[in-house]
């Protein structure tokens, strides 16, 4: 690939182009010319360094993978390029397939700014006497993905698994770089010796490979003989039922009061078994606001789509109950996912109040128009999860002692009848007579795993203070803005905010604080999340401002 060969607008390219059909050169010309840099095929390799001798690497992380991946427009159809098998290339790179990378830090000239160009050498998934695959890759300063290539028959569509696996390599190589200059020098943790395995006569091994693992208790079945052979004896044929026979049968089964799964395969008795449609009016996510078009657009067009498109923004009760009761079942779901895109939810409020709608945290932007890009799993969130049911039912053996009738039911994903770009998800949903309609939030903090809550209170990090020799949740925590969000969201008349502690019944430990709206402390707040709403959030929903269209300029 090194033969030069200039190309009508003066940029000169690769002799690969040449096999190109007259699109793909359409498309591979622009490519070059928006980088700024000519054919990164055509960058000497004495100006490149290996990845893992760079100094500086870009910070790709898996979030702008997916960004690039999923929600790219094609330029070929405009529509996301939704590559999710894509994002399976991460067993190539496990696996060692991505090899010879190589990676510049070059100028682009179009643009004033610093840009990467990384290079690879992919070896096929089952091909493996095939030629390498070769790749390269355009990335940001700050990771994001500005394009790609590879020379596999589907690499012109730039999301094939070679250009992602070369990505994932580059998103670890950066993440062990940041690892071990970010961190004081430390000792190596030694290794758990394995237990030493008792032995054993040969005669009591059972050295037959089991069916499966976990299912090998019993030793090996002997040859059969005549003794231990089955049964010379003939089977005694059984008359079939007689068709009033079997509509008495029917008849006995359908008034049992259970619904049998028989009787569906029944004619006669399969009417009752054909599901009613039932047509849901739920309101369109705010992720179908997107138009390739609006890409093209310059900031001052663009914030004037978005405020036209802003104002058209209402749903009605029926759709916001639709949604919560659809979402209430299935929690995490992709229809979840789905409709917070783009939704300053609880979690986000503070974070999202904070920032400066006129510099603000593209990683915000990022987490609030791609959630599903955004899942991530810690030591902490994982106890949480693991925790949260038994937290619940400790909550509800309290408060049922106190409260007439108390019920704790699942929450679905609830946005504001206003406000439409606020959502929430609260824990539970909790009803008794005395009260009302509440809801529940609970939390269930690692660091108090094995201390008392208490002894936390006077921590910075924690979301609890003694006021008044009570603990309360502080006001000034991401928590207090959490709950705040759900209750305007909710229209619930308060939140019960549980912390708990312990493992087992003996060492549990129980926070509840009823918490009610706070009128004068979320008017203002609502304000500025509206105002990053318009200004920002929907300038990514409309055209990707912050994350394709800003690489693309």
């Known amino acids: 690939m090194s033969d030069k060969r200039p190309s009508d607008d003066g940029i000169a390219l690769s002799s690969y182009v040449s096999s190109l059909g007259r699109d793909d050169k359409t498309r591979y010309r622009q490519k070059c010319g ?38 790219k427009p094609s330029e070929y159809t405009g529509e996301s390029m939704k590559a999710y098998k ?40 089952m091909a493996l006497r095939t030629k390498a695959v070769s ?48 961190k004081p020098s430390q000792w190596n943790k030694p290794q758990k010796r394995k237990p030493q395995t008792a032995h054993a006569e040969a005669s009591s091994i059972n050295f037959k490979r089991p069916k499966h693992p976990l299912l090998d208790n019993t030793p090996p079945k002997m040859p ?24 008495t049968f029917h008849n006995m089964i359908r008034d049992s009061g259970a619904k049998p799964a028989l009787l569906s395969l029944v004619k006669g008795f399969n009417d ?94 990022k987490r609030i128009c791609y959630p599903n890009a955004y899942k991530f799993s810690t030591t902490a969130t994982r106890w949480g999860c693991q925790h949260e049911s038994t937290a619940i039912s400790s909550y509800k053996e309290v408060q049922l002692k106190s409260h007439d009738c108390l019920t704790v039911g699942e929450s679905g994903f609830h ?4 406000h439409s770009f ?3 998800s609260p824990d539970a949903l909790v009803t008794c007579k005395c009260c009302g309609e509440g809801l529940l939030e609970v939390k269930c903090p690692m660091c108090v795993k094995d201390k008392s809550i208490l002894s936390e209170a006077d921590q910075r990090q924690f979301c609890l203070e003694l006021r008044e020799q009570t603990l309360q949740l502080k006001q000034s925590h991401p928590y207090y803005f959490q709950v705040q969000a759900q209750l305007a969201c909710t229209g619930r008349k308060y939140c019960d905010f549980v912390v708990w502690r312990g493992e087992g019944k003996t060492t549990q430990e129980l926070h ?19 105002t990053l709403f318009q200004k920002c959030i929907m300038l990514e929903l409309l055209g990707k401002y912050y994350t394709v269209a800003s690489a693309q300029h």
Not at 165 to 172: D, M, Q, V, W
Not at 224 to 231: D, F, L, M, Q, V
Not at 313 to 334: C, Y
Request: with cysteine; proline share 5%.
């Open 135 to 182: 790749v390269w890759v355009a990335v940001q300063e700050d990771g994001a993905v500005i394009t790609g290539h590879c020379d596999c028959m589907a690499g012109v569509s730039e999301v094939c698994s070679h250009v992602a696996a070369t990505l994932f390599y580059i998103a670890k190589a950066a993440d062990m770089k940041t690892s071990c200059t970010s």
């Open 34 to 71: 928006m980088l700024g840099t000519g054919d990164p095929y055509l960058l000497p390799t004495s100006r490149m360094v290996p990845a893992l001798n760079c100094d500086i690497l870009p910070g790709v992380e898996f979030p702008d993978i997916y960004i690039y991946l999923i929600s």
């Open 224 to 247: 059969k003989t005549a003794a231990t052979g089955p049964s010379l004896t003939t089977k005694t044929q059984q008359p079939m039922a007689t068709a009033s026979q079997r509509e």
């Open 86 to 125: 894509s994002l399976d290339a991460y067993k190539y790179f496990v696996s060692g397939k991505v090899d010879d990378v190589l990676v510049s830090r070059q100028h682009n000239t179009t643009s004033d700014k610093h840009i990467y160009l990384i290079r690879s050498k992919v070896k096929h998934s």
């Open 415 to 418: 946005i504001h009848k206003e």
């Open 272 to 365: 009752s078994y054909i599901p009613s449609v039932v047509a849901l009016n739920m309101p369109s996510p705010l992720c179908q606001l997107f138009r390739t078009e609006y890409m093209q657009l310059s900031h001052h067009d663009l914030t004037q789509k978005c405020e036209e498109e802003a104002s058209r923004l209402s749903f009605s009760t029926d759709q916001v109950a639709a949604l919560e009761k659809t979402t209430r079942l299935q929690t995490k779901s992709n229809t979840w996912f789905q409709y917070r895109a783009g939704r300053i939810t609880a979690s986000n409020f503070k974070t999202a109040v904070r920032t400066n709608p006129d510099n603000p945290s593209i990683s915000l932007i």
């Open 422 to 424: 606020l959502g929430a």
């Open 512 to 530: 509840i604080e009823r918490i009610y709206p706070d009128v004068a402390f979320l008017s203002p707040h609502v304000a500025r999340a509206k």
